[in-house]
């Protein structure tokens, strides 16, 4: 039977040093003062790697950190190789992931365990810190130590360089947010679990994330959810001495302090085919080098993945309730690839189309697998236009994701590669109308054309761009967004401007996006 808590250490010490309320950090002194733990899973801060490691450690006097560590460790790999060390209890405090995992392994090696968890969000790996670092623009070499919880509630981040100074930043400002909310460093495994807490655990413990605590708190409090028969002793007993002060409360409190991850997480299972997706954007090597290059760049990331990836993921849910049957219907039964083979010229496998979807003469076009149209896209092959015959080709290649209101007019051909990213608004076209003859409307005088385009691999191609006739993007380049292409763009390339000027190109020697000169 689950019950809850809100609580602070007595230790006024103890309270104002850690995350929130110090619940943990008195639960780790306790224990050991009462012989009943001889080891813990701790943490240290690796000077020269510049980052978290873990540790054990067999008294509360070894205990060096008390507050929350947003970096992912190898715990399990750990604790396996320093089984020896352990001699018969040890306390753990992990992610719910891993609670199932160190019990099943300590029960095997004759062991016994208290284990608390945190209420988790997703974690974000070290790559993360360290990209906190250079957007701070401090050098690994001048960092002495970082906290990033602690001192007082809710506090920042605090960074300690080996000069003696002291950087603060408030812990969810910019550039954190952007950093931990891009999911760019976010293990695998946090995009499709579901526990914000574990009930395998003996306690588990958070922040209450309440307008009520927020504003009259500032030293902090803890909110915690006991599981077990040896989680209640272990409050009770702490209370009884005085230890810590606590109140029992309602569970509707944390389902509201904790209600955007519990919503999210209740969401995973409707949400693969969109995780799915970001993994799959984000493994690309190129695309994610650019994304994880600076603020601005991730922050385009996000709203990429807002704006365009989810969309397409929130197909697949809503033909569920047979809003997309006739379109979509079962991928495995092809339902949706023969229902529109009938009409286009060539559609590949796991095909998406969101709604108002324009396609003028669908025989001309060709998909490949896994491609994705925003909804209100115009593709306008034309065939005939003043008595003039044509022959256009509109081609997208497999792993392509083209957004919202974008627009292909071809009267030539129009290649698009593979795992090419379109923002919103981009407009591609082989051809425009003539205007010599002054005698006739624009609109009566013959289309005029340079020559079909091509787009080649991994491209991207920014918010409202425009690709003119005869154009040819090499692969992995980069259009900024408003950018006018009027010319070729060589391989690895970034372009910007009315009319596009390449700005930046990838050094393959230096491994980095270099100004063009």
Same mark, same amino acid.
């Given at each position: ?97 891993? &609670?199932?995992?160190?019990? /099943? ?31 701070? /623009? ?107 002060? &606590? ?102 496998? /796991? ?67 593979? /795992? ?63 950018? &006018? ?33």
């Amino acid at each position: 039977m689950t019950t809850t808590f809100i609580g602070y250490a007595n230790d006024k010490q103890i309270r104002y040093s850690s995350s929130s309320g110090g619940i943990i950090t008195a639960i780790i002194k306790y224990l050991f003062e009462a012989k009943r733990i001889d080891s813990f899973l701790g943490c240290t801060f690796n000077v020269e790697k510049c980052c978290y490691e873990p540790t054990l450690i067999h008294s509360y006097a070894d205990y060096e950190l008390a507050g929350s560590v947003y970096q992912e460790m190898d715990l399990i790999p750990f604790v396996k190789e320093h089984l020896a060390e352990i001699k018969k209890t040890i306390l753990v405090v992990c992610s719910p992931c891993l &609670v199932k995992a160190f019990r /099943n392994i300590l029960k095997k090696n004759g062991l016994e365990a208290v284990i608390i968890d945190y209420f988790c969000s997703g974690q974000t790996t070290i790559e993360g810190t360290y990209c906190y670092y250079r957007f701070m /623009n401090i050098a690994k070499k001048d960092m002495l130590n970082i906290r990033y919880r602690g001192n007082g509630w809710p506090n920042g981040i605090e960074i300690t360089l080996r000069s003696g100074e002291m950087i603060r930043r408030a812990n969810y400002s910019e550039p954190w947010s952007t950093i931990h909310g891009s999911e760019l460093f976010r293990p695998k495994r946090c995009f499709y679990c579901k526990n914000v807490e574990s009930e395998h655990a003996d306690i588990s413990v958070g922040d209450p994330w309440l307008k009520e605590y927020i504003d009259t708190d500032t030293i902090g409090s803890s909110l915690f959810l006991v599981h077990s028969a040896l989680g209640q002793s272990i409050v009770q007993e702490m209370s009884s001495n005085n230890k810590i002060v &606590v109140k029992s409360v309602d569970y509707e409190l944390f389902e509201k302090s904790q209600r955007p991850s519990l919503r999210r997480k209740s969401m995973v299972s409707d949400m693969k085919s969109y995780y799915d997706l970001v993994i799959k954007i984000i493994n690309i090597k190129s695309y994610s080098k650019w994304a994880k290059k600076n603020r601005k760049n991730m922050k385009r990331h996000i709203w990429i993945m807002n704006h365009i990836v989810r969309p397409y993921s929130s197909m697949k849910k809503m033909s569920k309730f047979g809003i997309f049957k006739k379109i979509v219907g079962k991928i495995k039964s092809g339902g949706a690839r023969i229902y529109w083979k009938k009409k286009i010229g060539s559609i590949g496998e /796991n095909w998406y189309k969101g709604e108002h979807v324009t396609m003028q003469n669908p025989h001309c076009l060709f998909f490949g697998n896994n491609v994705g149209i925003g909804k209100y896209t115009y593709f306008m092959p034309c065939c005939n236009f003043l008595g003039t015959e044509y022959h256009p080709k509109i081609t997208v290649g497999d792993g392509t994701w083209i957004g919202i209101r974008n627009s292909f007019a071809a009267i030539h051909g129009i290649t698009i590669g593979k /795992n090419v990213l379109f923002a919103g608004y981009v407009h591609v076209t082989d051809h425009s109308h003539g205007y010599e003859d002054i005698t006739k409307p624009i609109s009566k005088q013959p289309l005029i054309s340079k020559g079909p385009v091509v787009i080649e691999d991994n491209c991207w191609l920014g918010f409202n761009s425009e690709i003119l006739s005869g154009v040819h993007i090499g692969r992995n380049s980069v259009v900024a967004a408003h950018a &006018v292409v009027t010319k070729d763009i060589p391989p690895y390339s970034i372009v910007a401007g009315n009319p596009a000027r390449i700005v930046k190109q990838y050094n393959f020697e230096t491994h980095e996006w270099e100004k063009y000169k």
